[in-house]
């Protein structure tokens, strides 16, 4: 795998954005170039339309190619006959406007919806992976040629990480552990506003779970900031940006080789 750098970014929330901090982040992409920006999710705060069109304006400016994922705040919030019969139509159309392919050497960016237009719970910002997004998930990752490896990218943390902010994304274990059979590289979150990095244990092997802090006003106990993802033979390296300070040390995890991870079992986990 050779050299790629990819911007993690999450949790803009366009409506109650941090202004200045979108700015340094904009001219960080201006400046460094990465291959590659991902957004995983809450582009909007309340899924207005001037808060789409602001993000469609932001995202457009940055000049690089970007893949971004839904989250439960751009699902819409007042509007609940939209909510109910057509939930994603703005986040499609912003989809559709700022979206391009992302080229990464030996790495292919598959997404995992984590959003509800309702859930049998009060609190529907939670996540939830259903059954057929996890098999829309698993299916593009079975069908990757050989070689190429998969970095999965949602808004929900798929289970707790120790953060301030709770995910309580129901399905998210069952999906860890068919991710973790097919040997993913990572899963990249958002959601809980502050950035971590972990390995989370399943029943058929570990996976790396990274997550990004935010970019609005809504920050909880870190500062505002996104994650420089760099891809290299050593592995795959990890360092949190925060406006004014130097990059934290990366922390690099060393991955296992491909031959040394167990066959996959779709039958088991379908």
């Known amino acids: 795998m050779t050299n790629a750098r990819l911007f993690h970014i999450s949790d803009i929330h366009f409506g109650l954005e941090d202004k200045a901090v979108l700015d340094w ?8 170039r990465p291959d590659a920006v991902a957004i995983t999710g809450d582009l909007t705060m309340r899924a207005r339309r001037r808060e789409f069109a602001a993000a469609t304006r932001w995202i457009s400016a940055l000049g690089v190619p970007v893949t971004v994922e839904v989250g439960n705040h751009d699902l819409p919030y007042f509007n609940l006959i939209e909510r109910f019969t057509d939930p994603y139509r703005r986040y499609r159309a912003l989809e559709m406007a700022v979206e391009r392919p ?33 098999a829309a998930c698993l299916a593009a990752i079975d069908a990757l040629p050989h070689g190429m490896r998969a970095l999965v990218t949602c808004h929900h943390p798929l289970v707790e990480t120790g953060t301030h902010g709770k ?49 609005s006003q809504r920050v909880r106990t870190t500062p505002a900031g996104f994650n420089e993802l760099t891809f290299a033979k050593a592995g795959l390296a990890v360092a949190v ?7 934290a040390p990366p922390r690099i995890h060393h991955d296992v080789p491909e031959d040394a991870k167990p066959p996959q079992d779709a039958a088991a986990l379908a």
């Open 25 to 32: 982040v904009s001219d960080c992409v201006r400046r460094e």
């Open 102 to 134: 992302i080229a990464l050497p030996g790495v292919a960016v598959i997404p995992l919806k984590t959003t509800a237009r309702a859930q049998l719970r009060l609190n529907w910002s939670k996540g939830r992976v259903g059954l057929t997004s996890l």
């Open 167 to 215: 995910a309580l994304t129901r399905g998210g274990e069952r999906a860890l552990t068919a991710l973790a059979q097919r040997g993913v590289l990572a899963v990249l979150s958002g959601h809980v506003h502050d950035a971590f990095d972990i390995v989370h244990q399943t029943a058929r092997g570990p996976v790396r779970m990274i997550g990004a802090g935010t970019l």
């Open 241 to 247: 940006r925060t406006m004014g300070t130097e990059p």
